[in-house]
């Protein structure tokens, strides 16, 4: 079974979960314009303005433009398959009252991007089709089946991140080996992206920033792309990488320190930020279980990490990771109004999250560590092995 | 100077030309979800909910997460960035109230996918931002100055674009050179591809069909992957492909016939049906110049493949090119409901449009011709060399 094949069973039986009577994305261009939930449905692009369509009673029909025809029948996903030329209009208001739905989601979310694929334009398009029907009233948020649909991961998808975290591992611990002092930010990443290269692997997320290089004090900070800035004796080194393999992702971070002359003991304050770190992430995986709110483990570690005198880390403590590094929905962030709603949302069993608070060391660097557990019926088990001490050089 | 700097200086005269005040695009994790606007306004990608501001005075103000802000900085474009943690709400109605806009564009647009970048959750959250403020209802699409922002390509663009069509050019007539038959769809589109990888570049669409190759009666039909179907003795071959060169597209199809016998005489129909196709290309081609409206260009083709007896070709008789192949904006197509407004864009002088009709032969193929054309003061000019006869194997 295909891993689309897979998830479109599963989006039945959440509809059913949810009281959902039907589900529509609507995207066009999407090679330009993608909609995130596509890769998860369909498996492909398309270019004309597509909708695909699936009931609670497991029903799926697909409404292309005609040149999409052959690509979309032959995944096999949507048993009818409506080829339009000049508009899909009549073709979705006949589906539409045959089926008569109650409730029909659509994929617009103000929290989760990987729910809102539908574009203004395209709502817009479709709210014209709906006029003068009574199913203009009754479209809501798609953010509930999405989130589930990509949080809920299968022992595939499970596979294939466990084997994009083992790759990841085994890069870093080749990095560790080549590491030194006098190479710059932008040497360290070199190093990482040929472990990728030859392993003929893609990054996780934009080659700009992944890997992300950062050592010793005041360096640019997360999202930034590795500089000149060399390695110096008594500098905290912090890379964040991860990898794609079979189209799933891992994300990692992990810490250096470099000696300032063979023998010397890790300074006390560099040494206390990593401990730190990797205790508040203990703490937080201890907290994470199916049902708790992600901000409640978001503050777990929060407070580890303030209680011992460090600054707030200014991001999530965690987010979900899937076929994106960044995988939407539920978030192990603080009530902040940018994340919306996502800190409201409940740990779900199958959900696979990343863990990476931070802490910055003045004068020397930033701490962080970064790994990445799945929740289980009760608690979470460690897809990544924790770093568990400072690595030094 | 780079395109992006060139692009926002264009995209504030034309907000005076449409008499527009302010221009947002609103964009977060745009790697996943990407608006196209973002490669022509900034060339980078952003992480958290974002917000770049261009007034028709000229002021550029990016609003970006803390984490963004370094790699925003370092652009040079936006001379105020203004970072934020929680929330950009404040900051958001704080430059409003300061510019106190009347028109106010934003990216959406029901026909044209590249002016439709906002995602109708994002319009939510603006919406929300602006509600108890006179600015909820000075929105209006910003499709007007993406249209024009892509469509008027700089000599630098046409340049890019230029060279990605020599490039095309070298590979079909290498092609030429390797065609025989018994040669699988797949193996020519390896062809194909193994000529551009030789060149370090990529494809201009997806791999999946481009190349897209066609041989023979009752082939899939454009936007399908090539298949094992070998090329026999009597087959039409058509082959659609371009490359991206320094970020910029190509796009063209060639035709080719192979003979049953040597010395067999192209028979007559299909020889017809490429001169019906060729001529299409020319009158189209001598129609379009700066004002015309794009579906009086295709009228001109379209007319003449059927005035000559074939089937109406199932698409538009040509696109804009450009960062993307399909380039968005004012089209050659037809005026059906699914263009929406594009039919009755004018051109204008500075567009590339593709040129490509087609015309099904009974029993052999199809035969097209893809063309490039820029539009100048006073009618077109090719970029490619157009093909003027059927290439016989």
């Known amino acids: 079974m295909s891993i ?12 059913n979960e949810l009281d959902i009577d039907m589900w529509i994305t609507l995207v066009r261009e999407s090679e330009t314009s993608p909609d995130p939930v596509l890769e998860l449905t369909l498996g492909r692009n398309i270019t004309w ?21 052959p690509g979309v029948s032959s995944t096999g996903l949507y048993p009818t398959v409506v080829p339009y030329v000049a508009s899909m209009r009549d073709d979705m208001l006949r589906i539409l009252s045959g089926a008569d739905p109650g409730k029909i989601a659509v994929n617009f979310s103000t929290s989760d991007v990987l729910a809102d694929g539908l574009s203004h334009g395209a709502y817009l398009t479709l709210k014209d089709y709906l006029k003068d029907t009574p199913y203009t009233d009754r479209l809501m948020s798609a953010g509930g089946i999405i989130g589930a649909l990509r949080g809920r991961k299968s022992s595939e998808e499970l596979e294939r991140i466990s084997c994009a975290i083992s790759i990841t591992e085994e890069i870093l611990s080749e990095l560790t080996g080549d590491l030194k002092l006098g190479l710059t930010e932008k040497n360290v990443a070199d190093i990482i992206t040929g472990g990728m290269k030859k392993r003929g692997l893609e990054a996780a997320w934009d080659i700009d920033h992944c890997p992300a290089v950062f050592t010793g004090p005041d360096s640019a900070g997360a999202h930034y792309s590795p500089t000149d800035r060399e390695i110096e004796p008594g500098h905290v080194l912090n890379v964040d990488f991860g990898v794609k393999y079979l189209e799933y992702c891992s994300d990692m971070q992990r810490t250096w320190y470099f000696r300032r002359s063979s023998g010397e003991q890790i300074p006390d304050e560099v040494q206390r930020a990593f401990e730190a770190v990797r205790d508040a992430v203990r703490k937080a995986s201890e907290a994470l279980e199916p049902g708790i709110e992600g901000w409640k483990v978001d503050d777990v570690a929060r407070s580890h990490i303030t209680s011992l005198g460090y600054e707030e880390y200014p991001h999530a403590l965690g987010h979900q990771i899937g076929r994106k590094a960044h995988d939407g929905s539920g978030l192990l962030c603080p009530r902040w109004e940018r994340y919306g709603t996502l800190p409201f949302e409940k740990v779900e069993k199958g959900q696979v999250y990343t863990l990476e608070p931070r802490a910055t060391i003045k004068g020397y660097g930033v701490a962080t560590v970064e790994e990445i557990v799945v929740v289980e019926e009760k608690g979470c088990r460690f897809l990544t092995h924790p770093q568990e001490d400072l690595w030094v050089i």
């Open 4 to 15: 689309q094949q897979e998830k479109l069973s599963q989006a039945v039986s959440i509809m």
């Open 49 to 69: 303005l597509s909708a695909f369509i699936i009931t609670r009673q497991g029903d799926k029909t697909a409404i292309v433009g005609s040149l999409d025809e």
